[in-house]
């Protein structure tokens, strides 16, 4: 969705280390989540803030990390404690109006 | 636990026919989302059903609503082959915690 923004757009990870997956939208929302998609399946939600400096595990935390300093921003580390880590991750944003859960484009995470 | 469940999970249907994806919830909830997506891609929001009775149509697509019921489905009329997707239903309960539970997702195939 326009607004929403993700990057990278592909990772490469190796087993051991932490990365960073980003996550900033222009739309004002307070509402942010974090999902996991697995080939073939549907999306389990990792984390969620709904509102700046607050969050709350999702149903597949484990391995997982956020932040929520600011509005706009709302980043997601994988720990070397994810086992399994590749899949397609999603992040989204809630507001007002027709479309009120939009998504960004997505990142597509690997382990090398 | 709230548990959405999709059928059929997988759809192949000739172009210009008809047919209905269903989408069953085990609570109550305040809204229902349709999403959709091509392989690789994120999700492309296509409704928001925000009370029993809903419908919204686009195009070929309609979508209703039977809280009562707890049963969403999506129709689609004389499907085309750019109709081939795949297609998510979300359940939203609102409060404290307002985040959307994913159905497991129905691959349609639109063939020639």
């Known amino acids: 969705d326009g607004g929403i923004t993700q990057s990278p757009k592909y990772l490469f990870r190796k087993e051991g280390q932490n990365v960073t997956l980003s996550c900033e939208q222009n739309l004002n929302h307070d509402a942010m989540y974090w999902y996991r998609q697995d080939p073939g399946q549907g999306l389990r939600l990792i984390y969620y803030s709904q509102i700046v400096n607050d969050f709350q595990k999702g149903d597949i935390a484990e391995g997982y990390s956020v932040s929520r300093e600011k509005k706009e921003s709302f980043p997601l580390t994988v720990t070397s404690a994810q086992k399994n880590p590749t899949a397609f991750y999603l992040c989204?944003?809630?507001?007002?109006?027709?479309?009120?859960?939009?998504f960004g484009q997505g990142t597509r995470l690997t382990v090398v | 636990e709230l548990k959405v469940e999709q059928n059929p999970l997988f759809l192949s249907m000739q172009e210009g026919k008809n047919y209905t994806i269903y989408c069953n919830y085990s609570t109550t909830s305040d809204r229902l989302y349709w999403y959709r997506q091509d392989p690789g891609k994120s999700l492309e929001s296509l409704f928001v059903?925000?009370?029993?009775?809903a419908v919204k149509q686009e195009g070929r697509l309609m979508a209703s609503l039977d809280t009562k019921a707890r049963l969403s489905t999506l129709h689609i009329t004389a499907a085309v082959h750019d109709l081939s997707a795949t297609y998510f239903c979300a359940v939203e309960i609102t409060g404290t915690a307002s985040k959307l539970t994913f159905g497991t997702g129905t691959r349609l195939q639109v063939t020639l």
């Open positions: 989204a944003s809630r507001g007002d109006g027709r479309n009120r859960v939009g």
């Open positions: 059903l925000l009370s029993n009775g």
